[in-house]
């Protein structure tokens, strides 16, 4: 459950904390997270600086070294990385470490081996371009949401349409449950159920809550072990209004959030304000 915002917290810290640093060394401690040896990796990232920007596409984040290399970084679903000196104790979850030549380095850990590390070309790099939309990132008019939304051949349920990397990336379970709150609507409503204003209604859920979420550093849950650079959690997770909340009060109409299986997980919603 790392999706856009927590991996867009990561970019930004990145881009704060390790450009302009030399690879010093880059040890594989888990063959696990990337195709790559040891040798391989120190072979042609020796001496390289981090330069340019830290970019994201998706939920991949993309480092580029001045030797022409581009580093590919996927979290998956509890994966981070850490910033840490090099004196510090290696924590087992610990899948690949990155010396610098000055200031430490920096580590992968999984927690459920989701996480992925390769050397892509800049045409590789090119190539991950996903083909859904990034709220975070592309400013849409509510005609051309309203276009997206009738794309599918046909209709869907709101819920598998913020959930379809296709059509917007980096929304899941978590994300899509707090957006259809937001903007008032039910997961089972049907894409082409919609009147103009619950459109607007729910781009505008959409850019607010993704925003929202980066702006509180993410969400830490127990499954997803989300951390920063540093090791602090997020803090959405306070701000969550009915993901994980069944049996609380909804903060809407003050009465209990309910919670219904939805493609074999938990969908959060308020029976009386979402329609």
Same mark, same amino acid.
């Given at each position: ?27 594989? /401690? ?11 990796? !120190?072979?042609? /990232? ?31 679903? +509890? ?6 000196? !090099? ?32 050397? /892509? ?10 083909? +859904? ?9 509510? $005609? ?5 939304? =009738? ?10 349409? /913020? $959930? ?11 994300? =899509?449950?707090?957006?259809?709150? !937001? ?29 929202? =979420? ?19 959690? +997020?803090?959405?997770? !306070? ?37």
């Amino acid at each position: 459950m790392i999706e856009s915002p927590e991996v867009e917290v990561v970019r930004r810290e990145l881009e704060r904390e390790v450009l302009d640093r030399r690879v010093k060394a880059v040890e594989v /401690l888990s063959e696990s997270v990337t195709p790559h040896s040891s040798a391989e990796l !120190n072979e042609r /990232l020796e001496r390289a600086k981090i330069t340019g920007e830290v970019s994201r596409q998706g939920l991949l984040l993309l480092l580029s070294f001045d030797n022409g290399e581009i580093m590919g970084i996927t979290l998956g679903a +509890g994966g981070h990385l850490r910033r840490q000196p !090099n004196r510090d104790r290696v924590d087992p979850a610990t899948r690949l470490v990155i010396t610098f030549t000055q200031y430490g380095g920096l580590r992968l850990l999984d927690f459920k081996e989701g996480a992925r590390l390769r050397l /892509l070309s800049p045409e590789q790099a090119q190539e991950q371009q996903p083909e +859904g939309i990034d709220p975070l990132v592309t400013s849409l008019s509510w $005609t051309d949401f309203s276009s997206l939304l =009738a794309t599918p051949a046909r209709p869907v349920y709101l819920k598998a349409f /913020l $959930t379809n990397a296709g059509a917007i990336i980096g929304v899941g379970d978590m994300y =899509a449950d707090e957006i259809l709150f !937001n903007a008032g609507l039910r997961h089972d409503r049907l894409t082409d159920s919609l009147g103009r204003q619950e459109i607007r209604r729910l781009w505008r859920a959409i850019v607010e809550v993704l925003h929202d =979420a980066v702006k509180y550093r993410g969400s830490t849950l127990e499954d997803n072990h989300f951390v920063s650079l540093s090791g602090e959690p +997020g803090a959405y997770q !306070n701000h969550h209004n009915v993901f994980r909340r069944h049996g609380r009060l909804s903060p809407r109409s003050r009465r209990p959030i309910a919670r219904v299986k939805y493609r074999g997980r938990w969908t959060y919603y308020c029976e009386q304000s979402q329609v």
